[in-house]
């Protein structure tokens, strides 16, 4: 018997976790966890339900649009493994993280490919027997260079993209093409140190913590929704590469978490911020 | 319009939450903030719910006994300061913050005296104009002690005794005096370094982290149920004196949070251990 | 016999340590503590020696100024309390914590006075027998209430200001009167959220970390070289006035660690940068 | 232009570093980095120093045993990398990670081999062209499968042993064939939950945070000097089973941290305790 997930946001209003329940118990689903959220600045509810028990969809469906408010998302998935395809450029260690990871069956996904601008990864990617494939940047347009990633990732429909330190900025055709479904690594604490080198920058500000952010990409440069941060302190010892090396852990780490959290259906995502439910 | 806090706990079964929710919509009573949670390990159940509205509270519980399991226990509670009893020793630092935030208003609590076995923190309770009970253990038994000091707090009635550095062992005929009542910090990340002197323990092996720990006592030495805990990293150059000031700021720090739990009802107890529900 | 502090930096070269140390032991002066930080990027010397002995300071520091290059700067100071003066507006945590810390003996320092401009402070810093100074700045020109602020501090003739939740700018003119002698915590960590309302912009932003920065105060907003900073974690769960309660204890014990380190002496200001020896 | 290592411990006495540095700088040695500790409690004195120029090692040496106080220990080393044998038994995470970044020249290390009890990391291995032995210890005494494995590692002759979740204790033999050259990581923050499933015991403890440990091995379970230890938060909703899952992270992060300290000679072993100097 598999288990179900049910995303629901709406406007809020009263009674709503009961309206709610009582579909589900008249479907004899048994929830095992549930979480929710009122966004009282927004005036909006959000919950997150995993319950077992055999669904009739199109019916469980029909019954919450029932009884639940006009503007009301309703997202009906599971526990299954997502496909997701990877793309990197020439740092190893946010994709040999993933890769490990999936070799040992302790990522909710199937990759299907890994996607570079440059090939210094293929080596390592196909340890583990991943299709490889290398769209150099070199000689072609930003739009070009787009068009022809875009062609590969089509043939794998995958259902989330994931840049694990790909050094290239996205389009906003390209972005706009994976609403919410393209997720970063940004190796700065974000707001800070937005762009590129962020760690030179750190370095320049004297900082003494350096982080990572791992956030949804939206057409802004580095200003999609957060969705898990983490730091590590650094001194005066550092420099600009020794923080960089430093940072290498923490933002494989934050990566990883992110994605445990999106695979894992538990984001939410309103206007810029991120609601995560159990 | 009051916010009343309603904890449940039962076997678990299926249709809970919407059972629940059942009641308090028929009671016209809004949830604003709902956390429930299944320990699957022992097949029980726990919620928390915040709701507004007006409550006839024989007739709330009355319609949840009726459709909630037998052994299910129901705590119907408001938002309102508790009243608790401090007791100290001779450092000042957790019984220090605690009387700044209830200066403030910053502690959902009223304090309503402290007691020590030492003279030492008078002159700093009266600043803040709370009674100070001087109540020395010198030429007592354990006994003997802890009947003056029980005396004093019959005086004073208070929902809960938190221990501010306390350093004395509680018999365990006081401590069943006020089960999971008494909030204690022990200054180590327990269970390492149990009883006397944990940063001595704790330069003694060289350990790199160090903490401290607060939960409810029971009738066994540093053994109850943990609300909260917290570390800073240590090295070579702390010997045990510097670990104990290093150590100051975590354990006021995390006896706070554990008050601010406790007394903000989210805090259930489960056996050994806590279930802390938003 | 007392304990000394010698600091020095210096353009680097070969041998510092030993010409440095070899002039300590013609003078018999017995070094307890020794720190040295080369900075690769600017070939810059930093060194902070503790020692033991009787001085002859102006011999000392003859025989230290004949082996050390030009541009040399050399500081010889020791562990006496240092004498500051703190300001506040109406937010009371962070001179809470130092006026507890200074009452127990535990701050490096005399708090000769408190100013600010407002009054809601008075009571608390009375309770601890602190001279304070309400200068309103209401109908004052920022110059002329920086002026009144001025005169009070002069009376003191503090050797650093502790700005423990000042929420006014200071003036160009009255930062470079202080250089490197202002120490400042910001709510947020910095270089995130320059100026007004962090905690705002936080939830604005929707991070998932908030955090306090101590600095030494410049010319420029929040560009000071950092001392100190730190995080905690926050959630969807938190709105800007959660952040801002969350942030409270960082802030205070931020400010409370970078003091530690400025009072001693262990803060070396390299450009916008520390360099922080033990 | 090699960089060198000079390691010095020894009973403290005035003027030793000038001594030290004195006799650096009459072999025309340039210090780039000097890191110095004086352990109050056992009036010893530890020096790690870095330094650049022609060195002939025999003069060096006896230029310091000279000036140095007797039962001075000397190690005069460099930054090339070390050879390293590393042993599991079924659990990937740490191994992975070292031959991760092995692979790509992040660990200053050889890994000559993996050795293990079972055949599971075989595949994974392999990938990285690494020697694996399988050694079970299915129908064998503890001494016949040391002897086993011994023979294995005598072959390689490494100057470290790494216990990669290696999940057998090893013998007081074994562990006195290789004084403070063998690491371990132990899945808690040791003292707490010494010996066979911790996560189990922390479950059971209701602990609200877990971690990991590396330390040299030497003959009395988990009590031997810790390198470095790191935690992460849990709460009611970890059981034991998620908090192994959560834990590897933080396994695995400390193993490498506490590798990078000790291959680069930094550490110190002082009766159970670990100095670490830059």
Redesign the interface.
């Known amino acids: 018997m598999a288990s179900h997930i049910l995303l629901i946001n709406c406007p809020d209003q009263?009674?709503l976790?009961?309206k709610i329940?009582?579909v589900?118990?008249k479907h004899a689903l048994?929830?095992?966890?549930?979480g929710?959220?009122?966004?009282?600045?927004f005036n909006h509810f959000f919950m997150r339900t995993e319950f077992f028990g055999e669904v009739d969809e199109e019916l469980l469906l029909q019954g919450l649009y029932e009884i639940l408010p006009d503007g009301v998302e309703i997202k009906l998935t599971d526990q299954r493994k997502k496909d997701i395809v990877l793309l990197a450029t020439k740092e190893?260690?946010c994709l040999?993280?993933l890769l490990?990871r999936h070799?040992?069956n302790?990522l909710n996904a199937n990759v299907l490919c890994v996607i570079s601008n440059y090939n210094v990864l293929e080596e390592?990617t196909q340890?583990?027997n991943i299709p490889f494939h290398c769209v150099s940047h070199e000689g072609l347009t930003r739009e070009a260079h787009e068009a022809a990633v875009l062609k590969i990732i089509k043939q794998y429909n995958p259902e989330f993209l994931v840049l694990a330190k790909y050094m290239r900025v996205l389009s906003s055709g390209f972005v706009t093409a994976f609403p919410n479904r393209i997720v970063n690594i940004h190796h700065s604490?974000?707001?800070?140190?937005v762009g590129a080198n962020p760690y030179a920058q750190a370095y320049?500000?004297?900082?003494?913590?350096i982080?990572a952010t791992a956030h949804f990409v939206n057409d802004q440069l580095d200003q999609g929704?957060?969705?898990?941060?983490?730091?590590i302190p650094v001194?005066?010892?550092h420099?600009a590469k020794e923080m960089t090396?430093a940072g290498r852990?923490v933002e494989k780490?934050v990566l990883?978490k992110s994605l445990k959290l999106v695979l894992n259906e538990q984001v939410f995502v309103s206007?810029?911020?991120?609601?995560?439910l159990?």
Chains 1, 2, 3, 4 share one sequence.
């Not at 048994?30 to 549930?34: D, S």
């Not at 929710?36 to 600045?41: G, P, R, S």
């Not at 206007?271 to 995560?276: E, K, P, W």
């Open positions: 009263s009674g976790v009961y329940t009582s589900l118990y048994n929830i095992v966890r549930n929710e959220f009122v966004d009282k600045n190893h260690h040999s993280d490990i070799a040992f302790e390592l340890k583990f604490f974000l707001p800070a140190f320049a500000r004297g900082v003494k913590i982080g929704p957060i969705i898990a941060q983490s730091i001194d005066h010892t420099n090396q852990d780490n990883a206007g810029n911020r991120t609601i995560i159990e």
